[in-house]
């Protein structure tokens, strides 16, 4: 291995370790806890070698945005490989989608709410935004029904999981009719 080599993967090993330790970070006290100060002394490199890699925490979020969306993408594509018949896959889709925005607080609040730097729908929309969407299309194409495009249903069925996900976590929506309230996402938007 040439020394360039272990130069790109040294640094590429710091990079990931920058954004596992802000996501952990996030998770447990959240994003305001993030600081380029609070990260470099938890990675036992100074601040320099922090902006080395990203000119700021706006970055640092985008990255966290990026690998969530990736794994987004594969919680979905699992559920909804693991369903029979196009009902099941949808619902199985819905849960595992409310379950990651649950279980991901933080992640989810840097893919959707905060300022990571990201451009969605865009031509110039990251591959890992493109497939998180991509992954919802691969099973909600099957149920838009023929007069409505499945890329409009797709935004409009995830909109409402966001809505769903958003309004739970605030507690806007009592926990006790969330299973209601996405068996009646899936009956009414999922034309079978």
């Not at 040439?2 to 994003?31: H, M, N, P, Y």
């Not at 794994?71 to 196009?86: F, T």
């Not at 838009?144 to 958003?166: C, I, K, M, R, Y």
Request: aromatic share 8%; glycine share 6%; hydrophobic share 45%.
């Amino acid at each position: 291995m040439s020394v360039q080599e272990r130069k790109e993967r040294e640094r590429a090993s710091r990079e990931r370790l920058i954004v596992a330790t802000a996501r952990e970070l996030a998770e447990r006290q959240g994003w305001d806890a993030v600081t380029t100060r609070k990260l470099a002394e938890r990675i036992e490199y100074s601040q320099p070698v922090l902006y080395s890699h990203f000119r700021g925490k706006r970055e640092i979020i985008g990255a966290v945005a990026l690998d969530g969306a990736a794994e987004l993408a594969a919680a979905v594509r699992s559920a909804a490989a693991d369903a029979n018949g196009p009902r099941q896959r949808v619902a199985a889709l819905a849960r595992a989608y409310l379950d990651f925005a649950a279980s991901n607080p933080a992640v989810y609040d840097a893919m959707f709410q905060l300022d990571g730097g990201l451009t969605f729908a865009q031509e110039d929309t990251p591959a890992p935004l493109k497939d998180a969407f991509a992954a919802l299309l691969e099973t909600l194409a099957e149920v838009a029904g023929g007069d409505v495009h499945p890329a409009v249903f797709t935004e409009v069925f995830w909109a409402s999981l966001h809505g769903l996900a958003t309004l739970t976590r605030a507690g806007r929506l009592p926990s006790a009719y969330a299973e209601q309230r996405l068996e009646l996402l899936v009956d009414r938007l999922a034309v079978l």
